[in-house]
């Protein structure tokens, strides 16, 4: 009789541990990929979360109280930095002005009687810059600051010291140029009437709106003030009452004669034609002028006021018979459209001529 044997399992036996030891191995790995793929997500989102979190590129850093400080040589270098969406049309209202970004440092917490700074850059010992900006493209800037809230008072760059050039420009053509408006503002009252101190090459106003330069140390000079800067002007007749044009005939004792001194007349010939219109520019404030007196009879005087003003307060020129010729230097005002009104007092007559060497801007 003969036994069959039963087919073994030992393969089975054998197979299935291996089976199972590789489906936990995989298994393990990919779960063990998930975890860490996870983590790192995670850690990407949350970093720098907080103080002494690490910083990731292209995650929020938010929550810091203590300042991030790189020391002992070094840099940090951003090249062709990408703007954040949006971030063009908030720095410019022309998106095209600014394509990229390489530090961009925002402040948006201000106002009371603190400040707040995008960017602050700071130097501490000897010679150096808080903030250097380097330029090496055809136009463009190495610093440009820019203050766009048109209904909102604000500053494009400040530059303050304590002890020196708040801002100090250094340029081949210009070391400063005025590229807006071209108005350069200085705050009145900045310096004493008149200045005082070694403060050589410096413009400055005071507080009646005076202006000052200084040449040397200690030395200033008044470039104009609120009666104007003076312009010499090789002499010219604007007014001759013997001549057709533009009002002839000596003045009575009595009447009075406003005249426009704008223009200068043929001195030569009896017309008085204009040869040269407005030889005393408009926005004159007074002429330096040569009062002449001629054909007098009896005894009288003139006034010389600026134009529409009869008030008599005091003599321009006087004389005391007839046929006499006499000429008086003086500084006269104007009317705001470049006029005088003369006066005749006293019991004479006269004719009168106004010669003019200079103006007052």
């Known amino acids: 009789m003969s036994i069959e044997a039963e087919p073994s399992t030992e393969a089975e036996s054998n197979e299935a541990p291996s089976s199972r030891r590789s489906l936990l191995t995989k298994g393990a790995m990919a779960a063990a990929v998930a975890t860490v793929a996870g983590l790192a997500v995670a850690e990407k989102v949350s970093a ?16 810091a109280t203590l300042t991030t400080s790189l020391a002992g040589g070094s840099t940090f270098l951003v090249t ?24 961009w440092g925002n402040s948006t917490v201000g106002g009371g009687t603190g400040s707040s700074a995008g960017v602050l850059g700071r130097h501490t010992s000897g010679t150096g810059y808080g903030v250097w900006g380097v330029n090496f493209g055809n136009g463009g800037y190495g610093v440009y600051g820019q203050h766009n809230e048109s209904t909102l008072v604000g500053t494009g760059v400040l530059g303050r010291s304590n002890g020196g050039a708040g801002v100090a ?39 009646v709106g005076n202006l000052w330069y200084s040449p ?38 009595g009447a009075n004669r406003t005249i426009s001194v704008a223009d200068r007349r ?63 230097g003086i500084i006269l005002a104007l009317n705001a459209t470049r006029e005088l009104t ?20």
């Open 48 to 63: 720098g979360n907080g103080n002494n979190q690490p910083m990731a590129q292209g995650a929020a850093n938010i929550n």
């Open 80 to 103: 062709d930095g990408g703007s954040e969406t949006g971030l063009k049309s908030s720095i410019h209202a022309e998106q095209s002005v600014v394509d990229r970004v390489g530090v």
């Open 169 to 207: 420009g250094n340029g081949s053509s210009y070391d400063f140029a005025a590229i807006g408006s071209g108005r350069l503002n200085l705050k009145a009252g900045g310096f004493a009437n008149p200045p005082a101190g070694n403060f050589a090459g410096t413009i400055a106003s005071d507080a």
């Open 216 to 253: 040397t140390n200690g030395v200033f000079q008044k470039l104009n003030s609120s009666s104007g800067l003076f312009f010499p002007l090789t002499p010219g007749r604007v007014y001759d009452s013997r001549q057709t044009l533009p009002s002839p005939g000596p003045l009575v004792a």
């Open 266 to 328: 043929d001195a030569l010939l009896n017309t008085g034609a204009v040869v040269e219109a407005n030889f005393v520019p408009a926005g004159a404030v007074a002429v330096s002028a040569n009062v002449t007196i001629t054909g007098t009879a009896g005894a009288g005087f003139l006034t010389v006021n600026p134009g529409g003003n009869t008030t008599v307060g005091a003599s321009t020129i006087n004389w005391k018979a007839d046929n006499q010729d006499i000429a008086n």
């Open 342 to 361: 003369i006066i005749c007092g006293g019991g004479g007559s006269t004719g009168f001529i106004i010669d003019i060497n200079g103006y007052y801007l």
